[in-house]
Nanobody, 123 residues
């Protein structure tokens, strides 16, 4: 299975973007999926995740109330709706998937990764 993230771009502070993560070569319906991001000069960090049946989501504190993760197992895809964007959200955003059960926020728990899409928020 391959993952491909898309939808990044340049947006002004306060604006919105919707990222997509499309899976191909197999289904991710049995995978929990997540978004990570890496800001310039920083380590990659967990943003949020969604369970395989969309029953639960979990977010990093700084994006709660602004970001929403959803998925469509029918379309084999996951989405990240980002509202009220801040310059601190500037990063390369990666989608990832895992079959490991439980709430997983560590990179090492995810074995499928997309290539990343750049989000730049200007002040």
């Amino acid at each position: 299975v391959q993952l491909q993230a898309s939808g990044g771009g340049l947006v002004q502070a306060g604006g919105s973007l919707r990222l997509s993560c499309q899976a191909s070569g197999g289904t991710v319906s049995g995978h929990h999926m997540a978004w990570f991001r890496q800001a310039p000069g920083k380590e990659r960090e967990f943003v949020g995740r969604i369970s395989r049946n969309s029953a639960s989501t979990y977010y990093k504190d700084s994006v709660k109330g602004r970001f929403t993760i959803s998925r469509s197992n029918l379309k084999n895809a996951m989405y990240l709706q980002m509202n009220s964007l801040e310059p601190a959200d500037t990063a390369i955003y990666y989608c990832a998937a895992t079959t490991v059960v439980g709430l997983r926020v560590s990179e090492s728990d995810y074995h499928l990764w997309g290539q990343g899409t750049l989000v730049t928020v200007s002040s």
